[in-house]
């Protein structure tokens, strides 16, 4: 497997994030799902990474800018049939560098409150991440967690 950023222009990511806000809408009422599409991953100041295996995708994630130390981590996917294989773990740690890289100091994410979403709480922890207040522009909801983390350096 090999993570690469990804400009987000073949078919196959489309696909994959497709599913993914697709699979987001199923679980999660409209007014608290907060998945990116395919244009807001696009935007200047998000970077989209690929994990690939023998070129086919296996998992994504991306970092938005919130400010210059502070990014929020988004799009983290691992394909179905990958869950539970080291993809999503692989992925988080590469993102964690890069962010680290890019010179924050702070990474926060909003994940889901449900059951769906607790092996993705679990790796966040696994990762350091705390729980904490609504960062950026979200709001308390019943719906959603948010997390964070200082990063190395910092």
Request: net charge negative; glycine share 8%.
């Amino acid at each position: 497997m090999h993570i690469i950023v990804d400009d987000l222009s073949g078919p196959e990511i489309a696909e994959f994030l497709d599913a993914h806000v697709r699979e987001m809408r199923s679980i999660t009422p409209p007014e608290s799902k907060h998945a990116l599409d395919l244009d807001a991953l696009r935007a200047p100041g998000v970077t989209f990474w690929s994990a690939l295996d023998a070129q086919v995708i296996v998992g994504c994630g991306a970092l938005a800018r919130l400010d210059a130390a502070h990014a929020e981590l988004k799009s983290m996917r691992t394909a179905p049939r990958r869950k539970r294989s080291g993809v999503a773990s692989a992925l988080l740690s590469h993102i964690i560098g890069e962010a680290g890289r890019m010179g924050f100091t702070r990474l926060s994410l909003e994940t889901g409150s449900a059951a769906f979403f607790e092996p993705a709480r679990k790796l966040y922890e696994k990762f350091g991440f705390d729980y904490c207040e609504p960062f950026g522009d979200y709001r308390p909801d019943p719906h959603s967690v948010y997390m964070t983390r200082t990063l190395n350096g910092a």
